[in-house]
């Protein structure tokens, strides 16, 4: 059983913690307080599942913007452009799923 925790996290860094390394799937914790962002990239994982734990944000995925709230889920394949920004005065927390663990190549 893993427990998420609260993160301590700062006003210029996000906050990330590991939750779960292993070769069949990687899982991360990510907070965003207003006006952070997690910068464009492509998706490296055959899937990525992105689940809204708290507040809400902007999930820019292959150039089109989605509003996410706490307790919606999305699912991306690799090589998917993502951008996510929290434009919110709420904190902005979720969990990241890569399978397979795209650091066990």
Known sequence: MVKIETLDFNTTEKARRGVFNQPQALVNYLHLKQGQEVPKHLANADMVYLIVLQGEGIFNFDEKNH??????????????????TNQKPQDLSFVVIKVPNPENK
């Open 67 to 84: 509003n996410m709230k706490h307790g919606q889920m999305v699912a991306v394949t690799r090589g998917t452009p993502m951008h996510i």
